[in-house]
């Protein structure tokens, strides 16, 4: 006799609970990028969505349980934005004929004017990015546990250039991982230019602060001039000039 195709009950009740759980995350990514995690306020998220704030805590156990899931996912959607990335990026024709150590250069600059352009493209997600690395503590020890693995995966996704760099020789040998974050976190300060670029743009633009940057620690880490400039040049041609 053929198995039923009607869904049980108890599948469609997980699905409507799991279809209400994204969309409490959802609006938490918008109301903390907004907002800021301490103003972030779990009255006022469930007012925006029409819920009482009890019903909040049958699907999440505290505030920072709320925030933390937020960031976990953030994370996670970066390192999937920097995977389809570079799939495009080196997907050009023009780097068709390019030697592949100016390719593997190439990729890195572009990596650095994803995460220098990221409050552009992804508003949301780098304001939370931002968050998340805050010294300010937002999360208890156990929260921010959970975090861990995303943030590795995130780590390791941005390391694979790096590895990659290295073993064309386009870079000197040297841990990827451990240049992956000492780049990310430079990126990451100059981004914090921004408000101050308002007020003296020629002196704070933080995609030239941050692109010189990046070619200077690509230099340091053993780039040599001519595949370096001629990365820098494909950059400035398909990406446009910071």
Do not use: C
């Not at 780097?95 to 004017?113: K, S």
């Not at 220098?116 to 508003?123: A, M, V, Y």
């Not at 949301?124 to 020890?141: I, K, Q, T």
Request: hydrophobic share 45%; proline share 5%.
């Amino acid at each position: 006799m053929a198995t039923s195709a009607v869904p049980r009950s108890s599948d469609r009740i997980e699905r409507k609970r799991q279809s209400r759980r994204d969309r409490i995350v959802e609006a938490a990514i918008e109301a903390i990028a907004e907002h800021g995690p301490a103003e972030f306020s779990l009255n006022q998220l469930a007012k925006d969505l029409d819920y009482t704030p009890g019903a909040l805590y049958w699907y999440f156990a505290s505030k920072e349980a709320l925030v933390a899931e937020a960031q976990r996912i953030v994370l996670a959607r970066l390192s999937e934005h920097l995977a389809r990335e570079r799939d495009r990026w080196l997907a050009a024709p023009a780097l068709a004929d390019e030697p592949r150590d100016v390719v593997a250069l190439y990729f890195l600059l572009r990596q650095a004017l994803f995460h220098l352009r990221l409050d552009r493209t992804h508003r949301a997600e780098a304001r939370m990015l931002a968050f998340s690395v805050d010294p300010r503590v937002w999360l208890d020890a156990e929260q921010s546990r959970l975090l861990a693995p995303v943030l590795t995966e995130l780590v390791r996704a941005a390391a694979a250039g790096f590895a990659e760099a290295i073993t064309l020789g386009a870079l000197d040998a040297g841990d990827p991982g451990r240049r992956a974050v000492q780049y990310w976190a430079n990126n990451q300060g100059t981004v914090q230019l921004t408000k101050l670029a308002r007020f003296a743009p020629d002196l704070f633009s933080p995609e030239e602060l941050g692109m010189d940057s990046a070619r200077a620690l690509l230099g340091g880490w053993g780039a040599r001039p001519e595949p370096l400039a001629r990365a820098v040049t494909l950059v400035a041609g398909l990406a446009g000039s910071p």
